[in-house]
């Protein structure tokens, strides 16, 4: 058949010599080339236990920011789902009712928020377009899943903990050691 480009190869079909078809020193050079590896630094690492150093400027999964009064940052307005590329952002906005104003800082909140993590290629561009700093990429790495659904993280899913009512969840979640609570705004 007439190859389309000229990067075919044709294949080496010379017959076996006598060594080998001994097969036993090619067994050896193989064995050789193994024995070889076992003293070289290995490529792997034991994962979980262990864990590889991340970038500085790596980023991972979504986070949904509180003030220090554990008031919800997001406003809905929009500009994080605009400014995806991957159209992975979907809200729903709603008005902020008498009573609820220790629950969202502005007059508008998202009531339903959802980042899909199969569409994220974790560019970023939603926590610069942020005038809030209501979202943020944090350093935990989004789990596999069997499930595609499982990648639909909702605002239950992104939302950080309450730095009031949940102190200790809260610093665990932006890094800090327990006696260290405050809020020091993005990473
Ligand atoms: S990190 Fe990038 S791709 Fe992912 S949700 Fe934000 S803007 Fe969209
Ligand atoms: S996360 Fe920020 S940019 Fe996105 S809707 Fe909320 S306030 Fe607006």
Not at 86 to 100: D, H, K, N, P, S
Request: proline letters at 6%.
């Amino acid at each position: 058949m007439q190859s389309l480009t000229n990067r075919n190869k044709p294949v080496d079909r010379a017959p076996m010599n006598f060594w080998e078809r001994l097969y036993l020193p090619e067994i050896f050079k193989g064995m050789i080339i193994t024995l070889r590896h076992l003293f070289k630094r290995k490529a792997t690492i034991q994962y979980p236990e262990q864990k590889r150093e991340f970038s500085r400027v790596w980023r991972g999964l979504h986070v949904l920011n509180r003030d220090e009064e554990g008031r919800e940052r997001c406003t809905a307005c929009g500009l994080c789902a605009l400014a995806c590329p991957a159209e992975a952002i979907t809200m729903e906005a709603a008005e902020r009712e008498l009573g609820e104003e220790n629950l969202y800082r502005e007059e508008k909140y998202a009531a339903k928020y959802e980042i899909n993590m199969l569409r994220c290629i974790f560019c970023g561009l939603c926590e610069e377009a942020c005038p809030k700093d209501a979202v943020y990429l944090s350093e935990t790495v989004a789990p596999a899943d069997y499930a595609r659904k499982k990648f639909i993280y909702t605002k239950e899913d992104l939302l950080i903990p309450n730095p009031v009512t949940e102190p200790e969840a809260y610093a665990k979640a932006k890094g800090l050691e327990p006696n260290e609570n405050r809020l020091t705004g993005k990473r």
